[in-house]
């Protein structure tokens, strides 16, 4: 069974930087494309970022220039590493395994002075 379990999120001053990580179990993970997505309050799930097994990545507008997405395959983690947090950027961060939408239950980001 495959499970996705976050952690590292928090409250963070704007300009602060947070780093996102994605514990993966239950099957291979290195073939898998991964990704990150986040739900501000009282808005739809949105892509933030995603990464293929081999490491080719693609990130919303809204993120690039501040966040990156990596993986290591040796641990089954996928990481989010977010600079330059804006108080836009507050939501639940979700991780994801695009085949078979699998999720995770989600960390809060909150950036607030």
């Known amino acids: 069974q495959v499970q996705l379990v976050e952690s590292g999120g928090g409250l963070v001053q704007p300009g602060g930087s947070l780093r996102l990580a994605c514990a993966y179990s239950?099957?291979?993970?290195?073939?898998?494309?991964m990704a990150w997505y986040r739900q501000p309050p009282g808005n739809q799930r949105e892509l933030v970022a995603s990464?293929?097994?081999?490491?080719?990545?693609n990130y919303a507008d809204s993120v690039k220039g501040r966040f990156t997405i990596s993986r290591d395959n040796a641990k089954n983690t996928v990481y989010l590493q977010m600079n330059n947090l804006k108080p836009t950027d507050t939501a639940v961060y979700y991780c994801?395994?695009?085949?078979?939408?699998?999720w995770g239950q989600g960390t809060q980001v909150t950036v607030s002075s």
């Open positions: 994801h395994r695009v085949t078979g939408g699998y």
């Open positions: 239950g099957s291979t993970f290195s073939i898998y494309l």
């Open positions: 990464i293929t097994g081999l490491g080719r990545t």
